[in-house]
């Protein structure tokens, strides 16, 4: 009997829990707006919706690990338009992809890391830092353009056409292991414990022996690589940069992570939720287009959906502390 009431528990764990009501959404998004246009569920479609999320994707995994600690960066936008634009620079003045690659990771961790080190010097919030970091970073990238567009014409396309085994797109395998890797992290190993015990109470964790400052560095040094790697994948998908690609990504991407049900106030969440709230973003653009809805209710379904999402965690956590108490 106990063990037929656990197993009753999990599975109703489950049922009510923020990825299994976001993958339902999902279902149900899919079915109305192809009951309407009936090349929605088509390999055409669904190949643009995972190739919106793929840089999306990778830059919510990382605004996870943040987002869980109690940190916020708005300035990954920013970042992923300097890094294109230098990207694009390099390689328009004969530098192999692959060196190219490496720097403009690089390039996003140091930016990255300088938000992390910033914020701890100073003792202030990372949203506020931050809001500061996306102008410099912003305006180093108009002066590296001088505010042109930089264009490739396909020399960096080899990631976003390349398909292993000539069938899957090894844009989808980056985007996949971008969210394994930060599931594996958050949940298998020492630094994953950190992220929660620092966003759950920083102070406790100090007294236990956790390097606080030394892990939140950690924190944005994971950020800065996958926004990074956001930044290859976007730029070899659209072969082109310019100060303004990115800009906006941060809100949608911390939008992901609150709908997947990470709390903003940190210490909850994961990156199943997340991998659901960016598939669901990108799924709503692309159905307002194919629907031929008007694209100025773009973001205000955004805002509609995020809403809906903070409504449902705060009633989960009613009935779960009700339950319980």
Known sequence: M??????????????????????????????????INSKFLTWGTINSILGQAAGLGLVSAGATVLVISGHFDISTGRMIGLA?????????????????????????????VFNGAVSIAF????????????????????????????TLYGKYRTLASFKI?????????????????????????????HVY?????????????????????????ISGVLVGIASMLMLSRISA???????????????????????????????????????????MSTAINMLHINTFYEYMVYGIVILLALATTAVRGYTVGKRNG
Do not use: D, W
């Open 2 to 35: 106990e063990e037929h009431n656990k197993a009753k528990s999990k599975v109703l764990k489950v049922l009510t829990s923020q990825p299994f009501i976001l993958f339902v959404f999902i279902i149900l998004v899919a079915v109305v707006t192809n009951s």
């Open 84 to 112: 294109m634009c230098a990207m694009a620079i390099m390689l328009n003045n004969g530098m192999h992809p692959v060196l190219v690659s490496v720097l403009g990771i690089l390039l996003c961790v140091t930016c990255s």
């Open 123 to 150: 003792q202030a919030p990372s949203f506020v830092v931050t809001l500061a970091t996306q102008n410099i970073y912003y305006s180093i990238a108009l002066l590296l353009t001088n505010g042109y567009m930089q």
């Open 165 to 193: 085994l000539g069938v899957f797109p090894l844009i989808y395998l980056i985007l996949i292991l971008g969210f394994v890797s930060i599931h594996v992290i958050l949940k298998h190993t020492r630094t994953g414990r």
């Open 197 to 221: 015990a620092i966003g759950t109470n920083e102070r406790a964790a100090y007294i236990s022996g956790v390097n606080i400052k030394l892990s939140k560095l950690k924190f944005f040094v």
């Open 241 to 283: 940069a310019q100060a303004t690609t990115g800009y906006g990504m941060e809100t949608e991407a911390i939008g992901a992570v609150v709908i997947g049900g990470s709390s903003i106030n940190g210490g909850k969440g994961g990156v199943v939720g997340t991998f659901m709230g960016v598939i669901l973003l990108s799924m």
